[in-house]
């Protein structure tokens, strides 16, 4: 990735400052796309990135390395450990193991970009680059808010109907649900590719965010009207808070059953086993509504970009933390496991 100084034009846009660290080729493709008029084509965007000094950006490039490292090693571990110990092959850890590949491919998406990104001023990508890595991070973000409401419905069925859990939820049941939540999210996500003839065309290349995420892009200023005018914000709408009615709804029908428990041991041991996917539905939730829920046009500051971070990297750090510490089987799984490598 090439650095890039930013200045300011007349007209109050943000376009790229003449350097010598550009030659003359650079420059003159740069400013072709930054051009205005029928027929512009974007090659490329340059993304802002954090406003912070120098050493700040060293130290969060230090702290985030470290989390995307604990992200990739965690949720391996517990793929690792789901698939060979046969005490966890249930439908609850077939879903975990879902959540862990879907989290090791999010934080994969943007991890990397974030990370070099700190270490200059700017960063550049390509255009296909950008409209991939929004499609991909977005297609993965609305199959985590549909896989979340699948795994409420696990335990809905486990606390309400245990019986016929392993009935309900038999092994091809369970292999449908999950291909459809996958397919699910990539399929809606088409709808936020119609901006991409716009970005084409439009001539504005410079993105303030840390990735090519779809709210950033829809702040580029030919996208006001046509973004407002889309249907993509619906589906936005659409994909969060649908599932998470569903996720609330559950948790009512799966508390009310609890409450009839006669023994207050038995109510504890039954909402603790629903207690880590409450919490992990919180963070999710709470950092993603934060973010596509808020105007569209509303410029972003760097605290809206940590809170982008948190989303896209600590949270899928921290997600097989809470299922790990707090279960027991998991962790006789890792020890098994650890014991068969050495």
Not at 258 to 274: G, K, V
Not at 312 to 326: D, E, K, S
Request: proline letters at 4%; aromatic letters at 10%.
């Amino acid at each position: 990735m090439k650095k890039v100084e930013i200045r300011q034009d007349s007209r109050g846009q943000m376009v790229p400052k003449p350097s010598k660290a550009f030659s003359a080729v650079s420059q003159r493709r740069v400013w072709i796309q930054m051009g205005l008029g029928n027929g512009t084509q974007v090659v490329e965007f340059i993304l802002l990135g954090f406003s912070y000094p120098a050493h700040i950006k060293i130290l969060l490039f230090a702290l985030l390395l470290i989390v995307y490292l604990v992200t990739l090693i965690a949720n391996g571990l517990f793929i690792l450990a789901t698939l060979g110990e046969s005490g966890l092959h249930s439908p609850m850890y077939f879903f975990l193991c879902n959540l862990s590949v879907l989290d090791l491919c999010y934080s994969s998406v943007s991890g990397p970009t974030v990370l070099g990104g700190l270490l200059i001023r700017s960063s550049t990508i390509t255009f296909y680059g950008c409209v991939t890595q929004m499609y991909i991070a977005l297609s993965l973000g609305q199959t985590e808010c549909f896989l979340l409401a699948v795994m409420a419905w696990d335990r809905y069925v486990a606390v309400c109907n245990p019986l016929r859990y392993q009935q309900i939820l038999s092994g091809s049941v369970c292999i449908r649900v999950a291909t459809t939540t996958w397919a699910a999210g990539f399929l809606i996500s088409v709808t936020a590719l119609s901006i991409v003839p716009v970005l084409r065309f439009c001539g504005h290349n410079i993105v303030d965010h840390l990735v090519c995420e779809l709210q950033a892009l829809s702040r580029l200023p030919c996208m006001s009207s046509h973004f407002s005018n889309s249907s993509t914000p619906f589906f936005a709408l659409l994909t969060l808070v649908v599932p998470l009615c569903l996720i609330f709804f559950t948790y009512v029908c799966i508390i009310a059953a609890i409450l009839r428990i006669p023994t207050a041991e038995s109510r504890h041991r039954t909402f603790a086993t629903c207690g880590s996917h409450l919490l992990v539905v919180v963070l999710f939730y709470g950092t993603a509504m934060g973010i596509y829920l808020r105007p569209t046009l509303t410029a972003p500051s760097d605290k809206d970009k940590l809170t982008s971070l948190f989303y896209g990297l600590v949270v899928p750090a921290l997600n097989p933390l809470i299922y790990t510490l707090r279960n027991k089987d998991v962790t006789v799984a890792l020890k098994k496991l650890y014991r068969s490598s050495t």
